[in-house]
T-cell receptor, first 114, second 109 residues
Framework: GAVVSQHPSRVICKSGTSVKIECRSL??????MFWYRQFPKKSLMLMAT?????????EQGVEKDKFLINHASLTLSTLTVTSAHPEDSSFYIC??????????FGSGTQLSVL | QKEVEQDPGPLSVPEGAIVSLNCTYS??????FMWYRQYSRKGPELLMY????GNKEDGRFTAQVDKSSKYISLFIRDSQPSDSATYLC?????????FGTGTSLTVIP
């Protein structure tokens, strides 16, 4: 299967700082990338959908100014959590679509905001 | 109405048992169906992918789709403790993906 690399796997930061998470499709060009948030023992919550070169489409209730998504190329998307607060602590997962209705996930990033 | 309904479990079985995981969906459009496995604090891993009715087999895993009843299933034969994880069903159409809530499976040695 296709490989999606996500970094970092774990990050701890102080309240008020910004954190950037990278998502790369290593062996295919991703037409679309998705960002999810997941709380312990809960299902995936779609945060936003991004296409290369266009602005991301955010789900209802997701603050676009807090969760900045950049999809600069067909293999790279980044999620920046700006001015992070403890309530932003969560598990963030990216995924990338091959365009053939297949979706591959990164390994996830555990964000802890102190 | 949720796009995909999945029993969250948890499901606990002895090692070697046959596991049956099930989902229902509501949309009748042409679409693809997938099963993912997610270990704790990891991203979901694509296990099975199909678009047609019937069975698709891969090793100990069989994905079954019944479009007439809008029912998708995943069977795991000879279950192993390493199969303990959360299993997510999903469907996609037009590059939009819809996930079930996941079923937590524990295989007891």
């Amino acid at each position: 299967g296709a490989v999606v690399s996500q970094h970092p796997s774990r990050v701890i930061c102080k309240s008020g700082t910004s954190v950037k998470i990278e998502c790369r499709s290593l062996d295919f060009q991703a037409t679309t990338m998705f960002w999810y948030r997941q709380f312990p023992k809960k299902s995936l919550m779609l945060m936003a959908t991004s296409n290369e070169g266009s602005k991301a489409t955010y789900e209802q209730g997701v603050e676009k100014d807090k969760f900045l998504i950049n999809h600069a190329s067909l293999t790279l998307s980044t999620l920046t959590v700006t001015s992070a607060h403890p309530e932003d602590s969560s598990f963030y997962i990216c995924s990338a679509s091959t365009g053939a209705e297949k979706l591959f996930f990164g390994s996830g990033t555990q964000l802890s905001v102190l | 109405q949720k796009e995909v309904e999945q029993d969250p479990g948890p499901l606990s079985v002895p090692e070697g048992a046959i596991v049956s995981l099930n989902c229902t969906y509501s949309n009748s459009a042409f679409q693809y169906f997938m099963w993912y496995r997610q270990y704790s604090r990891k991203g979901p891993e694509l296990l099975m992918y199909t678009y047609s009715s019937g069975n698709k087999e891969d090793g100990r895993f069989t994905a079954q789709v019944d479009k007439s009843s809008k029912y998708i299933s995943l069977f795991i034969r000879d279950s192993q403790p390493s199969d303990s994880a959360t299993y997510l069903c999903a469907r996609s159409t037009g590059n939009q993906f819809y996930f079930g809530t996941g079923t937590s499976l524990t295989v007891i040695p």
